[in-house]
């Protein structure tokens, strides 16, 4: 991987699901590490559901091989977030990862 394609830097976020004092769900963000990103849109979806359009976009996000990085995760860059789906390991050689994940609204 060439460092010129990797743009953006992003952070890789932990998700922890915890519960409130009246016992509601919640999340917590903790920060697992910093990263230079090459971020490319893959497919895009339209529905209508409930009266409203509901938009999703497929991203892969390639990063240098990082261990512990898991599908529970989010990536950021800025104010945008992106929900991990998969994490590949390219070719098994613990050099590039490609994250596939949706954008959060």
Do not use: C
């Not at 497919?43 to 898991?70: C, K, N, P, W």
């Amino acid at each position: 991987m060439r460092a010129g394609q990797l743009r953006h830097q992003g952070t890789i976020y932990a998700v922890t699901d915890g519960k409130d004092a009246d016992g509601g769900p919640t999340e917590a963000e903790g920060v697992f590490a910093t990263v230079w990103a090459a971020i490319e849109p893959l497919s895009g979806t339209e529905q209508f559901q409930a009266q409203q359009v509901d938009a999703a976009v497929t991203t892969r996000i390639r990063i240098r091989y990082l261990a512990g990085v898991t599908a529970k995760m989010r990536f950021g860059v800025g104010t945008r977030r992106w929900d991990l789906h998969a994490v590949l390991n390219v070719d098994e050689r613990n050099r590039e990862l490609h994250l596939l994940a949706t954008e959060r609204p």
